[in-house]
């Protein structure tokens, strides 16, 4: 096989294994649903509404609907909306905000101030996390989407666990250890060296310390028995873990431990799927990457698309059929579009190492050709020795039948000899 015959097979093996992404809305420029009332303030915001300023960070998705969160900036009413999975039409949908307008005024503190990481629970429970503003402390807010999106708990973080001062922190992602007896939520501020757990049962915040450390992102495998926290960091390509037992250990430290490098830094967006494949998203890259968590670590790159100049170009989530769903920012240009794409993830294909890495696949593919031309040239060389040896003895046969009747004519010879 030559090395182009083996880049063919191996590109033909890569298409066979790229997720299949179909694109379900598209938006030159999002809007949202602006109430219809008479409320002159939010009139005013929509005037103040600029669609550029939309970053998508976060996404959660429970039954029809999917959950987005945006950076708090300039020309942004609402940091927290939600669409249909499915549009009956193909107008794309507008931002709808959640749970409604009355949750997201500026400077009230018993509303949200700026949604980040969120994340859905088995139960139908919607977690946010709410940065708050230079007058609202940090919270965590959960809505019972079960129950008309209702307000089920609000916990406003203790100054001990999450500071005050609003630049002392930056909360960022959340995850959900869902276990028999609770529910516990690890969420990341990227200003503090330490994981902040929150329970459910208790309704009560603490800190784990880990020394040295800050995080970006966050991921949890699915295996309960020996669960996994994942840890990517700002400014870095390390990822780290942690068992969550150590989280339970209130005010203590954990030690982390390294996993791996990846090629790029910041990873700002990691999800585990029920195989143990992580998915994983960088700042300023238009490609996401994968690893099997269960194996040693080993990136492979998952979906790659064009330029997009992002930021933040993907955010992405799973549903509970294994679809991955993911939104796709392109600000090429001046404009700023946007994808909703989704896909099945099929696990039976992935195993071969789907796209990723085909550099690695292509040199361990062209190190096979050598090591086959090597065997040919063996067996070339031993089939030559075998043949020259066999004409060689063939030949020495051939000399000795031939030698056989002169000796039987001499011996004839001699008889005769004798006779006579
Ligand atoms: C991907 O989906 C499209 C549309 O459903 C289909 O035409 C195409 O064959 C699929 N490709 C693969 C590799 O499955
Ligand atoms: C990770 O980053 C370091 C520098 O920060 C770099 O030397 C290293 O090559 C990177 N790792 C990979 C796998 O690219
Ligand atoms: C992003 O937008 C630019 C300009 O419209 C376009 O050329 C490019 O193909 C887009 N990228 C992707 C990945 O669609
Ligand atoms: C992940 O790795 C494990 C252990 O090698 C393997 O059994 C499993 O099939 C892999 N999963 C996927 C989706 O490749």
Known sequence: MSPFLAAIFLHGLCLANAVNLTTVYEWDKFDFVWPSGTDTSIGQIEQNFNPKQVELQYMAVFGERLYLSMI??????????WMPKRGTSTTPPKLAPFPSWNLHKKDNCDSIQW???LETD???RLWVIDQGSNNCPSKIWIFNLLNNDKTERVHQFPPLVVSHSDSERL???IVLDETPDDSLAYIADLLSEHIIVYSRKTDKSWTITTPWMRWYSLALSPNREA???????YGWNETYSVSVSELKNQGGSAAVKFIGNWAEHNLYRMVIDSANVMYAAFTNQNYLSKWNVSQPFREQRFHEVGILNSGWPFTFALDTSGNFWMTQRNSTGGETKHKLRTGTLRPALETSGGCANLAEDYRKSQSLVTIMIWLLVFFVVLSCSVIVWLTLRMRRMQTSFRQIPMENKGEMNVLLETKH
């Open 122 to 124: 088995t139960d139908g």
């Open 171 to 173: 909360l960022l992602d």
């Open 72 to 81: 708090l900036r300039p020309g942004i009413p609402a940091t927290l909306v």
């Open 115 to 117: 949604a980040n990481g």
């Open 227 to 233: 669960r996994q926290l994942y840890l990517g960091r």
